[in-house]
């Protein structure tokens, strides 16, 4: 089952850096939260439902080209997925490359992605894993 749900979030992974966020979205359950601290972002957010997800990728149109998500580590704790990833792109206007790592926490619902958390590092990742 671990293994299936990993397959499954790379798969993910690999529609979104493809361009093709009609299948990433086909991946998320329609009741998808993605939340986006404070610490990882100038605009942190919660996005609600496939119509919150796809805000969420359509908030880096103008600011950021050539977005990628390239995970890397993928273990199971308790139920949860955790994702170490790097989430990059080209500065719009600058030009400049751009790199953030992260790592995200995925819950599952229907074989289907319900919820992602991210945070700036596995042990704050673990953590909050471990509060909900």
Known sequence: MAGEREKLVRRFFEHLNA????????LMHPDIVIVVPPSLSAEPDTYEGLEGAQRYMDGFQGLVEQVYFAPGTIVEEEGRLLVEFTLGGRGAQSGIDLTQLATGVIWMEDDLILRIETHPDLDTARAAARGR
């Open 19 to 26: 361009g093709r966020l009609d299948d990433s979205l086909a």
